[in-house]
């Protein structure tokens, strides 16, 4: 990203200011964060992208492509989205930090005009440049070979968090959700527990050739009047760490369709000793006493020591379905703007991408045109993991880089609203786990929609969530007074990050977090 710590100081000034000053239009989806593509482009060879970033009503885009002489740049565009769609100016800068360089910061170089960005949903859109027309665009996929052989021929279980949405978009059930290969028939299945006061079921699915989608169906008899929902039919669609769909439920007679949404927990479990399990993937940043990889989270990344809320270097990183793709949006040593990539398989919790500089692809306003090999620049080294060995823990969010000709330096996951660590963070809407000390449970939607000193508290005042041991910044115990009787919840919340416990429905802004109308085959 160039501007990492350019953008932390003037969209944090931006959000500040607007957040107070104007309404937004709630979305039904949250474009997903990492490498986005421009549909007709995708060629297979190397050419120009976009590196997006949306945290609540923050849009934060880093463009790669190419200057009129053939030489790869980069641009950066950042503002508040309205709805679906924005309209900013495209900035380039200059003379900031090259590989194995001192600290240098950048400054601006100029603004080629305005680019528009519009979402559909959290998968497609449609992005315009100066001097070009409307263009489809995309989410960017990509699968390593073990993780084709994993998830799709094995059918190695996945699960997730998810919810039903009604008409409205009302959250409406709670439930965990398994995608696997039964190992006896090698039948894919899907599993369902929790949802409402319904019974664990599994139905048979069918994938649909060359996606993670699939269609399932119940072999239960429906049962018209029956007491219980039972689900009917789901089709699934998996894209990284997200999930969407459609459910058929039978609940009293009455056939309902709801929209689902849901997260991705953990791929590959394996029950270990000691009541833990031992994962192929782990999604979140909470599942205590267990070991396995991480999934860093992906987006915008910055070297720590470099946020000096001045332009300058910074790192789009992509990890999905067993890849890590990452770009490098620095400067040459003559103070050009550039951009390095590199992209590898990935496994555990380190990765080392070899850098490729490119050049001659397509420029703003210009011809179509593929880049070719500039450059082969040297070695990136990403680990997520915190703290020091033998005590480190893998991360999502923190980690170290090491560029060419550089030591390993710590960074991090940018955080892109204010108050992402305070209890401005922890409101929205979730489903939470609650526990009374007679051990009833009870889950529930919960609406936190104001701050109160440093609690977030429910607009009935009910419920109240603090992050009240200093030791976990990252979770907040939430009580509830209901009947009479006091609850408690623990939920998980830190910026760009999931839990495996508690699910997010909707930001602070009332943008749903999931991935909406995605299109199902």
């Given at each position: 990203?160039?501007?990492?710590?350019?953008?932390?100081?003037t969209?944090?000034?931006s959000?500040?200011?607007?957040?107070?000053a104007?309404?937004?239009?709630a979305?039904s989806?949250?474009?997903q964060?990492g490498?986005?593509?421009?549909?007709?482009?995708?060629d297979?060879?190397p050419?120009?992208g976009?590196?997006?970033?949306?945290?609540?009503n923050t849009?934060?885009?880093q463009?790669?492509?190419?200057?009129?002489?053939?030489?790869?740049t980069?641009?950066t565009?950042?503002g508040?989205?309205?709805g679906?769609?924005?309209?900013?100016p495209?900035?380039?800068?200059?003379g900031?930090?090259?590989f194995?360089?001192?600290a240098?910061d950048?400054?601006?170089l100029g603004s080629?005009?305005?680019?528009?960005?519009?979402?559909?949903?959290g998968?497609q859109?449609?992005?315009q440049?100066?001097?070009?027309?409307v263009?489809?665009m995309?989410?960017?996929e990509?699968r390593?070979?073990d993780?084709?052989?994993?998830?799709?021929?094995?059918?190695?279980?996945?699960?997730?968090?998810g919810?039903?949405?009604?008409?409205d978009?009302?959250?409406?059930?709670?439930?965990?959700?398994?995608?696997y290969?039964?190992?006896?028939?090698?039948?894919?299945q899907?599993?369902?527990?929790?949802?409402?006061?319904?019974a664990?079921?599994t139905l048979?699915?069918?994938?649909?050739?060359?996606?993670?989608?699939?269609?399932c169906?119940?072999?239960?008899?429906?049962q018209?009047g029956g007491?219980?929902?039972?689900?009917?039919?789901?089709?699934?669609?998996?894209?990284?760490?997200?999930l969407?769909g459609?459910?058929?439920?039978?609940?009293?007679?009455?056939?309902?369709t709801y929209?689902l949404m849901?997260?991705?927990?953990?791929?590959?479990?394996?029950v270990?000793?000691?009541?833990c399990?031992s994962?192929?993937?782990l999604?979140v940043?909470?599942?205590?006493?267990c070991?396995?990889?991480?999934?860093?989270?992906?987006?915008t990344?910055?070297v720590?020591?470099?946020?000096?809320?001045?332009p300058?270097?910074?790192?789009?990183?992509?990890?999905?379905n067993?890849?890590?793709l990452?770009?490098?949006?620095?400067?040459?040593?003559?103070?050009?703007?550039?951009?390095?990539?590199?992209?590898?398989?990935y496994?555990?919790?380190?990765a080392?991408?070899?850098?490729?500089?490119?050049?001659?692809?397509r420029t703003?306003?210009?011809p179509?045109?593929?880049g070719?090999l500039?450059?082969?620049?040297?070695?990136?080294a990403l680990?997520?993991?915190?703290?020091?060995?033998?005590?480190w823990?893998?991360?999502?969010?923190?980690g170290?880089?090491?560029?060419?000709?550089e030591?390993?330096k710590?960074m991090?996951?940018?955080?892109?609203?204010?108050?992402?660590?305070?209890?401005?963070?922890l409101?929205?809407?979730?489903?939470?786990?609650?526990?009374?000390?007679?051990?009833?449970?009870?889950?529930?939607?919960?609406t936190l929609s104001?701050v109160?000193?440093?609690?977030?508290?429910?607009?009935?005042?009910?419920v109240?969530?603090s992050r009240?041991?200093?030791q976990?910044?990252?979770?907040?115990?939430?009580?509830w007074n209901?009947?009479g009787?006091a609850?408690?919840?623990?939920?998980f919340q830190?910026?760009?990050?999931?839990s495996?416990?508690?699910?997010?429905?909707?930001?602070?802004h009332?943008?749903?977090?999931?991935?909406?109308?995605?299109?199902?085959?």
């Amino acid at each position: 990203m160039n501007k990492t710590r350019y953008i932390s100081s003037t969209v944090t000034a931006s959000v500040l200011a607007l957040s107070c000053a104007a309404t937004w239009a709630a979305r039904s989806f949250t474009p997903q964060a990492g490498t986005w593509a421009i549909t007709e482009e995708l060629d297979g060879k190397p050419g120009r992208g976009l590196a997006i970033d949306v945290q609540g009503n923050t849009f934060f885009m880093q463009v790669f492509g190419y200057a009129p002489n053939g030489d790869a740049t980069f641009y950066t565009a950042t503002g508040q989205l309205d709805g679906d769609s924005i309209t900013v100016p495209l900035m380039q800068y200059q003379g900031g930090r090259s590989f194995g360089s001192d600290a240098r910061d950048a400054e601006v170089l100029g603004s080629p005009g305005n680019v528009t960005v519009s979402f559909s949903n959290g998968l497609q859109g449609t992005v315009q440049f100066p001097g070009e027309p409307v263009r489809a665009m995309q989410r960017f996929e990509m699968r390593s070979n073990d993780y084709v052989s994993s998830y799709w021929e094995k059918g190695v279980r996945r699960s997730f968090l998810g919810t039903l949405l009604d008409a409205d978009q009302n959250p409406h059930g709670f439930a965990n959700i398994s995608v696997y290969k039964a190992s006896e028939t090698l039948q894919w299945q899907v599993r369902i527990e929790g949802l409402q006061d319904a019974a664990t079921q599994t139905l048979d699915c069918s994938r649909v050739v060359g996606k993670d989608e699939y269609h399932c169906t119940t072999g239960q008899a429906s049962q018209s009047g029956g007491p219980t929902p039972l689900v009917q039919s789901m089709k699934l669609h998996i894209a990284n760490v997200d999930l969407a769909g459609q459910v058929e439920v039978l609940n009293q007679g009455a056939l309902q369709t709801y929209t689902l949404m849901g997260t991705a927990v953990s791929g590959g479990s394996v029950v270990t000793i000691g009541f833990c399990t031992s994962w192929a993937d782990l999604y979140v940043g909470d599942m205590g006493h267990c070991t396995g990889p991480v999934r860093p989270s992906s987006g915008t990344w910055v070297v720590q020591d470099e946020l000096t809320f001045k332009p300058g270097r910074g790192i789009a990183i992509d990890a999905q379905n067993g890849m890590a793709l990452a770009q490098i949006f620095n400067y040459l040593p003559d103070g050009s703007p550039t951009f390095h990539m590199g992209s590898t398989s990935y496994q555990g919790v380190e990765a080392s991408l070899a850098l490729n500089r490119y050049e001659g692809g397509r420029t703003l306003g210009g011809p179509p045109a593929s880049g070719e090999l500039a450059e082969a620049t040297g070695t990136l080294a990403l680990t997520f993991r915190s703290g020091a060995f033998p005590q480190w823990v893998s991360s999502r969010v923190l980690g170290q880089v090491a560029f060419p000709n550089e030591s390993p330096k710590p960074m991090v996951r940018m955080a892109l609203e204010p108050g992402a660590s305070d209890a401005q963070g922890l409101l929205g809407q979730w489903w939470l786990r609650f526990v009374a000390d007679s051990n009833k449970r009870v889950v529930e939607a919960v609406t936190l929609s104001r701050v109160e000193a440093d609690e977030a508290v429910s607009a009935d005042g009910a419920v109240r969530c603090s992050r009240s041991n200093p030791q976990s910044p990252a979770q907040a115990i939430c009580e509830w007074n209901r009947d009479g009787v006091a609850y408690k919840a623990t939920l998980f919340q830190e910026a760009n990050n999931r839990s495996a416990y508690s699910l997010q429905v909707r930001d602070r802004h009332g943008n749903l977090m999931g991935l909406g109308d995605v299109p199902l085959q």
